[in-house]
């Protein structure tokens, strides 16, 4: 059992290099300018500082551009964590139709009609512009999502995570069907089964799920940036730029997109200095109840239970959910350079929940929590790994034993030195 207390302690200080410019604005700006009813996001460097304005430029050139009164703020990308809208972002309601793709990127749509190869939609946040989506790029389709959230997330994540070796239909009437997708109309969803070709009538899908193993969805070269949106949409883009206030990119099965800037709602740098744990395999995990050891593990961009992440009202995709007390222990490699994450507890811990959060680096606590209640500010953490050689991200008891602690280590990520 790998003693937190023990390991040797060969961390030295470091920081991160401040990763951006500031000059006044260019008085004649250029096509493309921030106006007064664009959004204002702000920006979280590697460093963990942060800045404001409105978007002049996303992605060409490798950098962001900011634009705050007669500021002008460039960052670069290998820079740059994210942009979040300032300002409440809604929650997107459990209803209408949803795209699902690999790697949690998600299109909620109108579905026209299909052959076996492409499939027509209608995105919401391109309003009424249809896009062909390749068949083979997609992990399923959410045909008629319930209305009460906790079923639609159980359903989101049966479709994405549920093993299967073909194509599946999950019927309204809780029955299932396995087979081969032959293509989609406005009523019919043509399926291939054992017995033969059938058509099965679109009111009476739920859900439609397709063989993971054949599913051909190209990774985006780093840094890419990946889109959020307000409706709850996300997708990975690459040659990313703004114009004429909106966001023009190419989405990873090669369709050019041009939503409004006024629908983004967060943009995450995926790159080689930015690497999320819930990526990353941990070198031993440990979980102990309060009444002994139990067989409970930790969720890769879930709750422990397998639900969304969820602080403050807002949820978010990435992180690790945990429940105390757990500890994940990571071997470092010499890039790794800080750890930065967002703790605190789920927006569905109960009142009685409490729990302490430990971050230890070679045998010394970097950062300790008070107990934290679901009613407690959630805290950044920010935490050097310079020569560093072990990480162990402890969610100790708090106040209650283990009772209602669903923990969150938000968007949980090691930065690194550029290769």
């Known amino acids: 059992m790998l003693n937190i207390r023990t390991l040797s302690f060969t961390a030295i200080l470091g920081l991160v290099s401040a990763a951006s410019a500031v000059r ?228 990873r099965f090669g369709v050019t997109i041009r939503p409004a800037l006024a629908k983004l709602a967060r943009v995450h740098v995926r790159g080689e200095t930015i690497a999320y744990l819930s990526d990353r395999k941990e070198t031993q995990a440990e979980y102990v109840g309060y009444l002994g050891t139990h067989r409970k593990t930790y969720g890769r961009n879930t709750t422990m239970d397998g639900r969304v992440l969820r602080m403050g009202g807002q949820p978010y995709d990435r992180g690790l959910g945990t429940q105390s007390r757990t500890l994940l222990a990571y071997r470092l490699d010499p890039r790794d350079r800080r750890f930065q994450a967002t703790v605190g507890l789920d927006d569905r811990a109960g009142p009685l929940g409490s729990v302490i959060f430990r971050v230890n680096v070679d045998g010394k606590d970097r950062f300790v929590s008070p107990p934290m209640t679901v009613r407690d500010t959630p805290r950044l953490i920010d935490v050097d790994l310079t020569g560093a050689r072990f990480l162990i991200l402890a969610t100790e008891f708090g106040e209650r034993g283990d009772v209602q602690d669903l923990a969150d280590w938000i968007e949980a990520r090691i930065i690194r030195s550029s290769p």
């Not at 995105?123 to 045909?143: F, K, R, S």
Request: proline residues 10%.
């Open 24 to 251: 006044p604005a260019i008085a004649d700006d250029p096509p493309g300018s921030p106006v007064l009813s664009d959004p204002v996001f702000q920006a979280l460097r590697t460093d963990g500082t942060t800045a404001s304005g409105r978007i002049r430029q996303l992605g060409p050139d490798g950098r962001v551009v900011l634009v705050a009164g007669e500021v002008e703020t460039v960052i670069p990308l290998d820079r740059l964590v994210k942009l979040t809208r300032e300002g409440d972002i809604p929650d997107s309601p459990p209803e209408g139709s949803v795209a699902l793709f690999p790697d949690g990127d998600r299109l909620r749509a109108i579905f026209g009609a299909s052959g076996d190869k492409t499939l027509e939609i209608t995105p919401h946040i391109l309003d009424d512009t249809a896009i062909p989506v390749p068949i083979d790029g997609l992990l399923g389709m959410v045909l008629a999502p319930p209305t009460e959230p906790q079923a639609f997330e159980s359903l989101l994540a049966r479709v994405r995570n549920e093993p299967r070796k073909s194509e599946v239909l999950w019927l309204a009437n809780g029955d299932r069907m396995t087979g081969g997708f032959l293509g989609l109309t406005a009523q019919k969803v043509a399926f291939q089964r054992d017995a033969g070709a059938t058509e099965v009538d679109r009111s009476g899908i739920v859900a439609i799920g397709f063989d993971p193993a054949v599913v051909n969805y190209p990774a985006a070269p780093a840094p890419s940036l990946e889109l959020t949106f307000l409706d709850g949409s996300r997708l990975g883009v690459t040659g990313c730029r703004i114009e004429q206030g909106h966001v023009v990119a190419t989405t």
